[in-house]
């Protein structure tokens, strides 16, 4: 069935490190790929997300590139904040219809 | 709008007992969605909905039934609840394309069953 792998956590980094959580997937088909985030006491909110190949979704600093060859969809940001400290959720859809499936997440600490 | 709505937020049951979670969202979505959040598993998808009268079972369905009669709403029930049903419970939904596109998260309900 698909799956997503996401690296695992946490990971603690200073402020305006620069941060790649890695993220890899298995699906039929062509999934949608996408980036979550969930903050403390919160629900997720969508980050970023990315329909085809080499296509780069971005959003708030974050960045990830759909790289069919490698099947990966890794995040990215240049310089983390505090505000930035979170969990962080890989996931794909390979239809409309079809739920998301979502990777097991990866804490992010941003220490000052 | 208030987006989706999730009740309680909190919630203690003894082992044997029964409840419904309370979703609903006024943004006039055809998909909501029950997940469950526990430590080191990530979010596992309980059932699904892809509009009023139309439900599927996720990956961990056991234990849990639900109804769409609206659109609005979306109850998750727990007919007799277990300790390994304690977690976080996330309902959530997402408009014109489904799952293609953003899913709107309630805040969740944490449910400890004694």
């Known amino acids: 069935g698909d799956s997503v792998t996401q690296m695992e956590g946490p990971v603690t980094l200073s402020e305006e490190a620069f941060l790649t959580i890695n993220c890899t997937y298995t699906a039929t088909g062509y999934p949608s790929l996408f980036w979550y985030v969930q903050y403390p006491g919160e629900g997720l909110q969508l980050l970023l997300k990315a329909t085809k190949a080499d296509d780069k979704g971005s959003n708030k600093g974050f960045e990830a590139t759909y790289r069919k060859e490698t099947t990966s969809f890794h995040l990215e940001k240049g310089s983390v904040q505090v505000s930035d400290s979170a969990v962080y959720f890989c996931?794909?859809?390979?239809?409309?219809?079809?739920?998301?499936?979502f990777g097991k997440g990866t804490r992010l600490s941003v220490i000052a | 709008n208030a987006g989706v709505t999730q009740t309680p937020k909190f919630q203690v049951l003894k082992t044997g007992q029964s409840m419904t979670l309370q979703c609903a969202q006024d943004m006039n979505h055809e998909y909501m969605s029950w997940y469950r959040q526990d430590p080191g598993m990530g979010l596992r998808l309980i059932h699904y909905?892809?509009?009023?009268?139309?439900?599927d079972q996720g990956e961990v369905p056991n234990g849990y039934n639900v109804s769409r009669s609206t659109t609005e709403d979306f109850p998750l029930r727990l007919l007799s609840a277990a300790p390994s049903q304690t977690s976080v419970y996330f309902c959530?939904?997402?408009?014109?394309?489904?799952?293609?596109?953003?899913?709107?998260f309630g805040p969740g309900t944490r449910l400890t069953v004694l």
């Open positions: 909905s892809v509009g009023a009268g139309i439900t």
């Open positions: 959530a939904s997402s408009g014109t394309g489904g799952f293609y596109n953003e899913q709107f």
């Open positions: 996931a794909l859809t390979v239809s409309g219809n079809t739920p998301l499936v």
